[in-house]
């Protein structure tokens, strides 16, 4: 990558771009709901069930102008979802700025493990025990999502919990490939804390990206 591209992307202009589509949201809070998605490449957390793993390493996603993104979702969706990867290792400052300009909703998905940017109107804060969210993170949740591979996951998830604010909604979501029996336990789970509700990764039963 040369220098002047080097700072585009240091300033948020251009960014890693793995994807981006149209669909319906399939997870927490705005399930069933059209939806533009930005996938942003790169992440370091390293969970080992990740299901796009090919996003781990930006440099084979190519640097792309913000406003041209911008542009892409102008013609399809009023609400954006920015994830990865982990779309916090970039800034989100100046795509944000530009899509509220535009009057789009602007929605993120993070791991919260690396700093906060970004004008956000529904942040959903997704914690992993490999890498936990910085402390200015959970003051921005919106949602918090905890995905349940096994019965461990149970207490991590009560244990982040108990740092975000009250306005965060709280989620429990089956790791895919456990979903047969996690899905039953986490049933029983939110049935006595029914201060969590489940999600459930409905795109994937719909067969849509």
């Not at 202009?13 to 939806?35: C, D, K, N, R, V």
């Not at 800034?91 to 929605?107: F, G, P, R």
Request: aromatic share 10%; proline share 4%; with cysteine.
């Amino acid at each position: 990558m040369d220098k002047k591209t080097q700072d585009l992307v240091d300033k948020g202009i251009m960014l890693p771009l793995m994807e981006e589509f149209y669909t319906i949201q399939g997870e927490g809070s705005h399930t069933g709901t059209a939806a533009y998605f930005i996938r942003v490449g790169g992440c370091d957390v390293g969970c080992h069930w990740c299901d796009v793993k090919e996003s781990w390493n930006a440099d084979l996603h190519p640097p792309t102008l913000a406003d041209t993104i911008v542009e892409n979702v102008k013609k399809y969706a009023n609400t954006v979802v920015i994830t990865g990867g982990e779309p916090l290792m970039w800034s989100m400052d100046y795509i944000t700025k530009l899509l509220q300009e535009n009057h789009i909703k602007t929605h993120i998905e993070t791991s919260g493990a690396y700093s906060f940017s970004g004008k956000w109107d529904w942040f959903c804060l997704s914690p992993k025990k490999t890498k936990l969210p910085l402390t200015e993170n959970y003051r921005e949740a919106d949602e918090l999502k905890m995905i349940i591979h096994n019965k461990s996951d149970f207490d991590f998830a009560e244990q982040e919990a108990a740092k975000v604010g009250k306005k965060c909604q709280l989620f429990l979501q089956p790791e895919w490939s456990k979903k047969e029996k996690m899905t039953e336990e986490i049933v029983d789970y939110v049935m006595k804390n029914p201060k969590w509700k489940i999600s459930l990764q409905t795109h994937k039963y719909l067969n849509i990206p």
